[in-house]
T-cell receptor, first 112, second 115 residues
């Protein structure tokens, strides 16, 4: 499996703003792209995931946008809240792979 | 429903000591994983198992050994701890799937310091 590159490494957004985290992958065999959210002192937890047959998936204030031709996907957090302050990891997986390939993470701080 | 439980939560070791980290899951998952998390490095896979009695190397396996004698337990061993192994260790599990898409469930980590 190849890398998943995630940016930015850290992000500060004002309350009510939009947080955007980007990821890029190389392996065209990947067909599942989850995002994990991790609060301090806790393990990561699945936030939202997308498959490449759709270009966008929305769950509440969280949206994944997927660009298959560019091999890029991004997480948008609308109306960001202080409670969204956490580390976010993108990841990728494909049929036949028993492991996830994770990005290096983005530390998000939403200022009140 | 406990999910994934890691024991211990914190530990301080001296260089050269050995220890075993225990991961237990009650979701009847086939697949289990050990990761380490270091600042700026993300989650790096140490070893994983796709079923009872099986183990495989991940990205950073050196200095670690694992065993999966029971389906619900996955043990991570450090035979001779080194300061470079100071980290937060996470265990995860998931069900297998013919198509990728089953989420990994993580424990809350073991914080290990090696002096």
């Amino acid at each position: 499996q190849q890398q998943v590159k995630q940016s930015p490494q850290s992000l500060i957004v004002q309350k009510g703003g939009i947080s955007i985290i980007n990821c890029a992958y190389e392996n065209t065999a990947f067909d599942y792209f989850p995002w994990y959210q991790q609060f301090p002192g806790k393990g990561p937890a699945l936030l939202i995931a997308i498959r490449p047959d759709v270009s966008e998936k929305k769950e509440g204030r969280f949206t994944i946008s997927f660009n298959k031709s560019a091999k890029q996907f991004s997480l948008h957090i609308m109306d960001s809240q202080p409670g969204d302050s956490a580390t976010y990891f993108c990841a990728a997986n494909g049929r036949g792979y028993s492991t996830l390939t994770f990005g290096k993470g983005t530390m998000l701080l939403v200022s009140p | 429903n406990a999910g994934v439980t890691q024991t211990p939560k914190f530990r301080v070791l001296k260089t050269g000591q050995s220890m075993t980290l225990l991961c237990a899951q009650d979701m009847n998952h086939e697949y289990m994983y050990w990761y380490r998390q270091d600042p700026g490095m993300g989650l790096r896979l140490i070893h994983y198992s796709v079923g009872e009695g099986t183990t495989a190397k991940g990205e950073v396996p050196d200095g670690y050994n694992v065993s999966r004698l029971k389906k619900q337990n996955f043990l991570l061993g450090l035979e001779s701890a080194a300061p470079s192994q100071t980290s937060v260790y996470f265990c995860a599990s998931r069900s297998p799937s013919r198509t990728a898409g089953r989420p990994q469930h993580f424990g809350d980590g073991t914080r290990l310091s090696i002096l």
